[in-house]
């Protein structure tokens, strides 16, 4: 056995954090397993029992953050102090999109009644079988980006096909035009990336509602066969304001593709890593994608964590949490929890029905899940069928400081055929 | 014509308890203790809601079967 890295395991800052979420947060899940963070004065919890419970508990674990209406300044990870005026100044309603007020994407971060009204708003376009008309336009997208590729032996993953398909595929379903897709996508990137600083961010968050507005507005009067339709009726209905009409579309906008993107990148690095279930996934892929894409799932969540505020006292694993206390569930450690699933830190695709939470659960289970299971999917098969073997070019970094955008995503993933 | 009776069931292994389900059909789909659902037979709701309630599920725990013939129906 090898010797355990040293590491803080209260440095939520830690490169073994970024580059390794399962061994820091697993030394967390069993050594305490309910931890008070001091730095960012949180609990986290790390066993896949506790971590489903909370997921499940809704009235006893509110997903109204408490962050997005502290000044700015109070903020933890801190903002640049320049930006402090900026980030005050901007509506608490868009405030999760600056990868500071993480959680307050609009509907993730709304409890019910009003959670029930907005998912219903939008819960029946994403229903699995209203998405199935989708999936033929999503593998021609993926044979297209394998077309465009295949001669070269090699190429950039993330980017030139991942991040392409995954935002093509939110982009026609919100109903914006191709023309506008490498606007959409410059702004989108500006506002992610935390390398742009706050004040950056700002701007282009102000850009997306802008441009969201226009297009939810011509949608009021003449509505169309696409999701901004159903946010617009959303409004019109009394369910979202003006400016949650806007942050929901910008919700739907990155919420669609940076996390496919993540899924499907980090999936594809598994299967690299591990060429045996590559060989095992080739052998059928018609059978095995889809519990395959399961597997990718539950060994590389895309989100690291959620966060929770205690709505009352409550008892979780032998630990009293207070009312008020902010609380995040690991979903890095819950998927890699020995008491839940055999060998975890395998990958392994003839897993059957593992109950992983890399979409969350409970009533804010994704609302997108079904499209990235389609997405993942048409990838993975048509991959499956026309690669042999993939190989690493260089090593893989990942985005920084995962309490600002809770992604374990890499940079970018280099591969060869 | 009398509707044919249907029977519900709720795959465990796959329920996430997104309560989607309850919301379309209150009396036939209920938490259990642990925060998932189970279907409740025969439903006491409308065969049109125990329809909306098994599309409504986004992970397809939800079938539903003709009591008689035990065929999965679809609607």
């Known amino acids: 056995m090898n010797q355990p890295i040293p590491f803080d395991i209260d440095d939520l800052r830690s490169p073994v954090l970024v580059a390794d979420p399962y061994t820091f947060f697993g030394r967390i899940r069993e050594t305490d397993p309910v931890r008070w963070n001091p730095h960012k004065k949180a609990w986290l919890v790390t066993r896949h029992e506790d971590v489903g419970f909370i997921t499940r508990n809704s009235e006893i674990f509110s997903s109204a953050p408490k962050q997005p209406f502290l000044k700015a300044k109070e903020y933890w990870p801190p903002i640049a102090e320049e930006a402090w005026d900026l980030v005050d100044a901007v509506d608490p309603e868009y405030r999760g999109h600056l990868g500071i007020g993480l959680g307050n994407f609009l509907i993730v971060s709304v409890d019910r009644p009003a959670h029930l009204q907005m998912r219903q708003a939008l819960h029946e376009w994403f229903m699995p079988r209203n998405l199935e008309r989708w999936r ?6 993926v044979n297209d980006l394998i077309e465009a590729h295949y001669d070269a032996h090699r190429m ?3 980017n030139s096909f991942a991040t392409k398909l995954s935002f093509t595929a939110i982009r026609i379903m919100l109903g914006l035009p191709e023309a506008d897709g490498v606007l959409l996508r410059e702004i989108s990137e500006r506002l992610t990336n935390p390398n742009d600083g706050t004040v950056g961010a700002v701007a282009a968050l102000k850009e997306l509602a802008q441009y969201m507005r226009v297009r939810i507005d011509a949608r009021m009067t003449a509505p169309g066969d696409d999701i901004l339709s159903m946010v617009a009726a959303g409004e019109k209905g009394g369910v ?4 949650q009409a806007e ?6 906008l990155l919420a669609g593709h940076e996390t496919t993107l993540s899924l499907m990148t980090n999936g594809l690095h598994a299967f690299i890593c591990n060429p045996d279930q590559w060989d095992l996934l080739r052998s059928d892929p018609d059978k095995l994608t889809q519990q395959a894409v399961e597997e990718c799932l539950r060994y590389h969540p895309t989100l690291t964590v959620f966060n929770r505020v205690a709505v009352r006292d409550v008892e979780i694993g032998g630990k009293v949490i207070r009312a008020r206390d902010d609380v995040y569930g690991v979903i890095s450690s819950a998927n890699r929890d020995p008491r839940a699933f055999k060998d975890p830190d395998k990958f392994d695709i003839t897993r059957m029905q593992s109950k992983h939470l890399a979409f969350s ?5 994704c609302l997108g899940a079904p499209l990235a299971r389609i997405e993942a999917s048409e990838t993975f098969k048509a991959l499956a069928k026309r690669f042999e073997r993939f190989e690493l070019e260089g090593e893989i970094e990942y985005l920084p400081d995962v309490f600002v955008h809770h992604m374990h ?5 280099n591969i060869r055929w | 014509m009398s509707a044919r009776t249907l ?3 709720v795959n465990l292994n796959l329920c996430i308890g997104n309560a989607m389900c309850r919301e379309a059909a209150r009396s036939t789909f209920v938490a259990d203790e642990s ?12 065969r049109e809601d125990v329809f909306a309630a098994a599309r409504a599920c986004p992970v397809c725990a939800i079938l539903v079967r003709d009591a008689e013939s035990g065929e999965e129906i679809y609607e």
Do not use: Y
């Open chain 1, 156 to 158: 950039e993953f993330k």
């Open chain 1, 361 to 365: 659960g409970g009533i804010h289970h």
């Open chain 1, 247 to 252: 942050s929901v579309a910008i919700t739907l």
């Open chain 2, 7 to 9: 029977v519900v069931s």
């Open chain 1, 409 to 413: 995503q890499p940079v970018e993933m």
């Open chain 1, 240 to 243: 979202f304001t003006r400016s």
């Open chain 1, 136 to 141: 033929g336009l999503i593998a021609k997208t």
């Open chain 2, 35 to 46: 925060g998932l659902s189970v279907g409740v037979n025969p439903p006491p709701d409308t």
